[in-house]
C-alpha cells in the first residue's frame, strides 16, 4: 500500500482522553461498509488524493477542539456546502487549506459534487441527506 506514516505527524502522539462510544453508533448495513471500503480503497490509487495530509496546526485545532467538535463541523460544512441540489460555485466550495474537515474532503474525493459523482457515485443537481459522524446528531 503507498502509505508512509512519515508523511504526517503522528496523530496518536498526545492523544486526549477519548470521547465515550456512542451508545448506538450510526447504523451501517454491511453493504454499506463494503462499498465505503472499496470507495476509500479506490482513492488509495489516485495520487492527488494520497497527497492530502494534515498539517501539525490542523493535527493541534484537532486535539484542542476534540473529535466530536470536528464531527459537528463537518457535518455543518457538508450540509451546508455540499449537500443542497444547487451550489452555485460548485468545484471551489472548498477551501484547499484551513480547516483540516476541507482537507479530509480533498483526500476522500468529498469536495464537490463533481468529486463526489466521480468517486461516490452521488449525482449532482439532488440534495442528499447528511449523515451524523459519529453518531454526534
Ligand atoms: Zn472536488
Same mark, same amino acid.
Given at each position: 500500500m503507498p502509505f508512509s506514516r512519515n508523511h504526517q505527524p503522528d496523530l496518536w502522539a498526545e492523544t486526549p482522553a477519548q470521547p465515550p462510544? &456512542?451508545?448506538? #453508533?450510526p447504523v451501517l448495513f454491511e453493504d454499506e461498509a463494503e462499498r465505503i471500503t472499496e470507495r476509500l480503497l479506490a482513492l488509495t490509487h489516485s495520487r492527488f488524493r494520497m497527497g492530502w495530509h494534515l498539517k501539525a496546526q490542523q493535527v493541534r485545532y484537532i486535539h484542542e477542539k476534540g473529535i466530536e467538535t470536528i464531527a459537528r463541523h463537518a457535518e455543518e460544512l457538508i450540509a451546508s456546502r455540499? $449537500? &443542497? $441540489? $444547487? @451550489? &452555485?460555485?460548485d468545484g471551489s466550495?472548498? &477551501?484547499?487549506?484551513?480547516?483540516?474537515v476541507f482537507i479530509a474532503q480533498h483526500a476522500t474525493g468529498t469536495c464537490c459534487r463533481s468529486c463526489l459523482k466521480k468517486?461516490?457515485? @452521488?449525482? #449532482?443537481g439532488k440534495a442528499f441527506v447528511n449523515l451524523p459522524i459519529l453518531g454526534t446528531t
Open positions: 462510544i &456512542p451508545a448506538e #453508533p455540499l $449537500a &443542497p $441540489a $444547487a @451550489i &452555485p460555485n466550495q472548498t &477551501p484547499m487549506k484551513g480547516h483540516p468517486w461516490h457515485r @452521488i449525482e #449532482p
